[in-house]
């Protein structure tokens, strides 16, 4: 069973940074894309970012966009989420998400695998 480990939350304040990771534990099949989505206190779950396997091609969600950013190294199954210049309304469990082959990339039921969630809280 695929697990995917993940890390790097935490309790900063607003203008800070943090870089959350996601590592794949027991991956054996393909891979396509690698994301990253939030739930923030009370709202549904929604697209963070997500990075292309192949080619390292990113994609991002409007509020990501400038601040935040995503990166893989293949070699190690794992994928970065750089978050520079949080703000209070990015306080939300962050969860990754595998997908092993083509699909809508911003749909969280095209993923096939989720880690359980890293928490990020930015005070102000």
């Known amino acids: 069973q695929v697990r995917l480990i993940e890390s790097g939350g935490g309790l900063v304040q607003a203008g800070e940074s943090l870089r959350l990771s996601c590592r794949a534990s027991?991956?054996?099949?393909?891979?396509?894309?690698r994301a990253w989505f939030r739930q923030p206190p009370g709202k549904e779950r929604e697209f963070v970012a997500v990075?292309?396997?192949?080619?390292?091609?990113?994609y991002y969600s409007d509020f990501a966009k400038g601040r935040f950013f995503i990166s893989r190294d293949t070699n190690k199954d794992t994928a970065w989420l750089q978050m520079n210049s949080l703000k209070p309304e990015d306080t939300a469990l962050y969860y990754c998400?595998?997908?092993?082959?083509?699909?809508?990339?911003?749909?969280?039921?095209?993923?096939?695998?989720w880690g359980q969630g890293t928490q990020v809280t930015v005070s102000s």
């Open positions: 027991n991956h054996h099949g393909s891979s396509y894309a």
């Open positions: 998400a595998h997908m092993n082959r083509p699909g809508q990339l911003m749909a969280p039921t095209e993923y096939d695998h």
């Open positions: 990075v292309i396997w192949s080619n390292g091609n990113a």
